[in-house]
């Protein structure tokens, strides 16, 4: 039995981070003993896009009763940092693991390092789910502090974890990392939600139309949607009368644009602009009234939306770039098309509408358990070290 601590977001700032975090402790708590440090305010509310959901009861999904949990550390507050670290030195953990996406808790994550290399000594593995966050990339101050952030955080790790090989080459550049010590591990399904007859879920949308398309997810600038608006619009008319656009997900940087991007759409009484942070319950309403869901990326390491919607076998119209690419590889039901080219989207609608594609794959290794495994051998091999 291996002691094993994360340390990633609470439910608080809800995220698909705060779900993996959940999934990857009840996992491996299996076989190990977990504890898990929760990061319960990220950063000051106001500057947080996702504002108007923080501190909402919108998931159900929990940590397992054998998982120990802090709850939570603060940005601003020292005492929940020494609380933290009080914690963890109870729990006497042979690993602990970061969780890396955001700059935002460098700092947090910087203190546990070297509270953990002066006291404890435990082995360290960081987990990177984003290379760098496109709206820090953007900000020149921000910028900057992430780099040297994230150099000091990166150096003289045990271990780092990626969802692909393209974020492996990515990670091993931008850090100046050892490749040997970076491990490929995929992203692990979303699959805790419901299945609902598909029947059922437009009747409760009050959907008509007999094609439905889905975006969902946040709508931030990366994620292309304009393009996914253009390709519904070049629909042949035939189609274009039989079908529903759904975009379903909070507003980001780049969220303005898509609302006047689908008020000013000639099509825009057949398209649903769902411009929040859905619940749990709502969550299989969209996917399984969906005939294809399509995520027209521009840029993308993984994608936790496309991981919920692999569960439901539905079929995927996905842009070929990064780790989405890779990541979906296996999913027999992905159409991939270049990124930014609506044009290939059109394609790809039309044919899913006039041949429906049946979702015949096995997605065993994207699940928990065998996620776990593959964590279990590289403690054990750095623990050997």
């Not at 159900?60 to 963890?88: C, H, K, Q, T």
Request: hydrophobic content about 40%; aromatic content about 10%; proline content about 4%.
């Amino acid at each position: 039995m291996r002691n094993i601590c994360i340390v990633g977001p609470s439910k608080r700032f809800l995220s698909g981070l705060s779900y993996y975090t959940i999934r990857l402790a009840n996992a491996l708590a299996i076989s190990n003993n977990v504890s898990v440090v929760c990061l319960r305010k990220l950063l000051p509310q106001f500057l947080f896009p996702g504002k108007e959901h923080v501190g909402k009861k919108i998931s159900d999904l929990e940590f397992s009763s054998n998982v120990a949990v802090y709850d939570g550390m603060d940005y601003n507050s020292p005492l929940s940092w020494n609380g933290a670290f009080r914690f963890i030195k109870k729990q006497k953990p042979d690993v602990i693991i970061l969780q890396w996406w955001t700059s935002s808790v460098a700092h947090m994550h910087l203190i546990l390092k070297m509270l953990n290399a002066l006291s404890l000594k435990s082995k360290l593995i960081i987990e990177f789910h984003e290379v760098v966050d496109p709206l820090e990339e953007a900000i020149l101050p921000i910028r900057l502090y992430s780099r040297i952030a994230g150099r000091l955080l990166t150096c003289k790790a045990d271990a780092y974890v990626v969802h692909s090989n393209f974020d492996k080459k990515q990670i091993a550049s931008k850090y100046h990392l050892d490749v040997e010590k970076i491990h490929v591990i995929p992203h692990g399904l979303y699959d805790h939600y419901k299945q609902i007859d598909r029947k059922k879920a437009k009747s409760t949308l009050k959907i008509k139309e007999k094609f439905v398309i889905l975006h969902f997810g946040l709508v931030r600038r990366y994620k292309g949607i304009p393009y996914l608006i253009d390709a519904f619009e070049r629909l042949p008319e035939e189609i274009a009368k039989n079908a529903r656009l759904f975009i379903v997900g909070e507003l980001w940087e780049g969220g303005d644009e898509v609302v006047e991007r689908v008020a000013t759409s000639k099509r825009r009484d057949q398209i649903t602009l769902m411009p929040r942070y859905v619940s749990d319950d709502e969550v299989p309403l969209y996917f399984s009234a969906a005939d294809v869901i399509v995520f027209p990326y521009t840029r993308a390491s993984q994608s936790g939306a496309a991981h919920i919607a692999m569960c439901y076998k539905k079929p995927i119209i996905g842009s070929k770039v990064g780790g989405l690419e890779e990541s979906m590889a296996k999913y027999s039901g992905t159409i991939f098309v270049p990124p930014g080219d609506a044009d290939a989207i059109t394609r790809a609608l039309i044919k899913c509408y006039e041949r429906p594609i049946e979702v015949k794959c096995d997605l065993a290794e994207l699940g928990w358990d065998a996620i776990a495994s593959k964590y279990s051998d590289i403690i054990d091999g750095i623990g050997n070290k």
